[in-house]
């Protein structure tokens, strides 16, 4: 069976244990779906992210474990002639919603997020690309002629029978309002200053082409705490880099290798410094870090990986270390305006939902709440998919919508740009990245 991803840091698990039940076909990559140790505590309600499928209506069959459990048994040729594309696992695996839950909540890191890149391009091997996958995925580019893009955005959430037709022939929900690129290129403003900590701020394409005021606040708060901001990939010609992320997520890891070799070779002399690599969306700049390690890109990839850090990750690593001071306005002292905070289900998944905290505890007379629940379902675009629609607004429905609802006053900080776009979806309210809050309430 041939691999699309590198599964060569699963070389040694289970080896040497009897218990393992290695998968006959699939090498490393069903040494990966095995170090699952079929405990089912993904078939719990506990307290965090994992499942949200399973959650939804603890349907055993949709939890993280039932998806191995299937694996195994295609990588064995016990489901038949459809292996690995029997409709079961078709539906287990269709339903996960890449939120990396289980790679941080499961016993043993079972890391499905990763398992389902390797499966979607599999799957595209075999069937080939919906023109849906396609338009998702080249998202990016397509951004990149935004001037027709941003007008069909807006004529198709405005005109029902253009919603209607969409949903026929691209099978995008006509329920769901699509985010609409901002209209306007952005005008950054850079200054130098004397002695400040040199950083790089990555623009991601969620942030550069859907809110481009996002890059504005963070660099006015790097700047106002000292740093020399270097923007990447922002405008003009190095408008062109994006991590991959919307490749990777329809499967399509060539063309995500390729995004992600362009932006290594960008991003790598300012690592080999030393340089902060700064990013604002979480599943962009955790790719970073993340899959990358699995698209076989070498030791210029873990290099870049090393320096690559969250907006909050690094201003709570700052604050703790007195190298970044923010002075705060009289404004944040005497706001009673309380915050409510959704985090990004791959901000929890590497617990950067800690930093978060640590930088808001920051904000004198700022109070703030972090919001229990799980992936808000809209999950890249899951919750635009016409076949996703309900399931993605019921996983908003299980405590994301009701804890919003609760506190109508509140002010919403939601980093994840697809959490943003739910939020707005189902409730009509804006939601912040940190760097917008901020921005507020510094004087
Ligand atoms: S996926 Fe993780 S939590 Fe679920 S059964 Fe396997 S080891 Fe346990
Ligand atoms: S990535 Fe998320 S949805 Fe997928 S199996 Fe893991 S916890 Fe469940």
Known sequence: MKRYLDWSEYTDAGMGDAYADIPKQGGDFAKAVAVCINSRQCETLAKGVMCPSFRLDENPNLSTGARVRLLKAALNGELGNGGLFTPELVEAMDLCVSCKGCQRECENNVDMSRIKIEYLAQLNASKGL??????????PELLAKRHWLIKLSAVRNRYPWIANLAERLLGISRKSLLPEPADSTQQYTLSEMEGGQPVVLFAD?????????????????????????SLIGAVDEEARYCCGRTYLSQGRI???????????????????????LIGLEPSCLLTLRDEYRALGLGEMADLVAGKAVLFEEFLAKGIKGGKLDLSWSEHAIATQQPV???????????????????????????????????????AGSFGLEAEHYETAKAMAEQALLPALAARPEALIVANGFSCRHQIRV???????HLAQLIRLLIA
């Open 254 to 276: 060539e063309a995500a290798r390729q995004q992600a070799g362009e932006l290594l070779q960008k991003l790598a002399p300012y690592a080999q410094k030393g340089v902060p």
């Open 130 to 139: 919906s023109l849906r996958s396609r338009l998702f995925s080249e998202l």
């Open 205 to 229: 394409t969620f942030c550069k082409h859907y809110s481009p005021d996002i890059l504005v606040a963070a660099v006015e708060v790097l700047q106002a705490a000292s740093c020399q901001v």
């Open 340 to 378: 409510l905070v959704h985090g990004h289900c791959h901000q929890k998944a590497v617990g950067a939902m800690k930093s978060m905290r640590k930088v808001l505890k920051q904000i004198p007379g700022v109070s703030f709440e972090m919001i229990d629940a799980s992936c808000c379902g809209m």
């Open 426 to 432: 189902h409730t009509g309210r804006p939601a912040l």
